[in-house]
């Protein structure tokens, strides 16, 4: 089975930065996408970067200029990096890929189990 495994969140000040991590593991041919997605208290689940197999990306306007997302494939990995950290950015970031296990089966969904990034000073 496939398993995502998150990590890299933690308390920073405005202005600092944080890197998370996404390994995924397990039985996986080929990763179509991988994303991140964040919920902050009161608000709804939100995407916030996305990657996809060929290179594209795509980010949430409320990040554009300041958070990249990243993949290394050999590793089947996927990287947020977070610079100029607003207290609006305290969220759940969670992780999310599309995940094809064999040649030829259908892509499925999976989620990490989320990490709290907290900006605050």
């Known amino acids: 089975q496939v398993q995502l495994v998150e990590s890299g969140g933690g308390l920073v000040q405005p202005g600092g930065s944080l890197r998370l991590s996404c390994a995924a593991s397990g039985t996986i041919f080929s990763i179509n996408a991988m994303a991140w997605y964040r919920q902050a208290p009161g608000k709804q689940r939100e995407l916030v970067a996305a990657i996809i197999k060929g290179g594209s990306t795509n980010y949430a306007d409320s990040v554009k200029g300041r958070f990249t997302i990243s993949r290394d494939s050999a590793k089947n990995t996927a990287y947020l990096q977070m610079n100029s950290l607003r207290p609006e950015d305290t969220a759940v970031y969670s992780c999310?890929?599309?995940?094809?296990?064999?040649?030829?089966?259908?892509?499925?969904?999976?989620w990490g189990q989320g990490t709290q990034v907290t900006v605050s000073s």
């Open positions: 999310n890929a599309d995940i094809q296990p064999y040649s030829g089966n259908f892509y499925n969904r999976y």
